[in-house]
């Protein structure tokens, strides 16, 4: 009798054996998916590196700060992979893709709060900052790791939900935000058959929020929560559920997927 009739029997037989068919089928499906966060240190990231390695991902991850990347590996365990990078620096970020080598999926998870406030008193230093880490660090990262990803792999930018609602304060976020999801559609017809993809959070409560005092941040998440029809923000495990969705199915490449609670209805 073959393996796959054996294990037929066996699912007829006890939903034991149905768990155990469903858990071999993840472990065949995923043992071989190899995922880069570049971002992965905190936050979304984070959260991503933690889900997908539920998932039964091989993940390896960069932070630019070394004390959040050792938090982040020893949180994950040893089997995740890590490497300090600013994404900012061309250079280096063709040394550590060099360095990890062939891989399935990158997942871009960068970005800053420079260039938020009213339009009239932006800084255009801030907002050039905010350009040049998340646009062009976005950019960089996505081509330096072209010539290592598997041609049936993916990659996943993370733009913001300013980008698609005109809220009034993120000028300049949203200008960043909407360059990353200008890149996607392109890309995913250029650089075929890798597919590219974006995810566009809402309000979400990670360290991003950090440069609001506690109570003013509490104030912020509860009047966005009560012009979200979900009756909340969003969380980081959220986006990371979004995330491993757009990796996981191979039929969906040039779209941006808007996880923000139902936010943007209202505008």
């Not at 933690?50 to 390896?60: E, F, I, S």
């Not at 010539?147 to 049936?152: A, K, N, R, W, Y």
């Not at 998440?221 to 990796?247: E, S």
Request: charged share 15%.
């Amino acid at each position: 009798m073959g393996f796959c009739a054996l294990i037929a029997i066996l699912v007829l037989a006890s939903p034991v054996a149905r768990v155990f068919l469903l858990h071999y089928q993840k472990e065949m499906t995923m043992s071989a998916s190899t995922a880069v966060i570049i971002g992965g240190s905190s936050g979304i990231g984070f959260a991503t590196a933690r889900h997908l390695l539920d998932l039964g991902y091989d993940v390896t991850i960069t932070g630019r700060t070394p004390e959040h990347l050792m938090i982040a590996k020893k949180a994950l365990g040893e089997s995740v992979s890590s490497f300090l990078l600013d994404a900012t620096d061309a250079a280096a970020i063709v040394q550590t893709f060099a360095r990890i080598n062939t891989f399935d999926h990158l997942i871009l998870a960068l970005g800053n709060s420079k260039g938020g406030g009213p339009f009239a008193n932006a800084v255009l230093d801030d907002v050039r900052q905010g350009f040049e880490e998340k646009v062009f660090a976005h950019f960089a990262c996505a081509q330096a790791a072209l010539q290592f990803l598997t041609p049936g792999g993916s990659i996943t930018f993370i733009s913001a939900v300013s980008a698609h609602v005109a809220m009034p304060g993120t000028a300049g976020l949203g200008a960043a935000n909407a360059a990353i999801a200008a890149l996607v559609p392109t890309l995913a017809s250029e650089l075929r058959p890798l597919r590219v993809n974006a995810v566009s959070p809402g309000v979400i409560d990670t360290p991003w929020w950090d440069f609001f005092p506690v109570q003013q941040r509490a104030e912020v998440f509860a009047d966005y929560a009560g012009k979200t029809p979900v009756g909340r923000v969003g969380n980081a495990q959220d986006i990371a559920d979004a995330i491993a969705f757009l990796l996981g199915n191979t039929f969906i490449t040039g779209q941006t997927l808007v996880v923000d609670g139902g936010l943007s209805l209202g505008h």
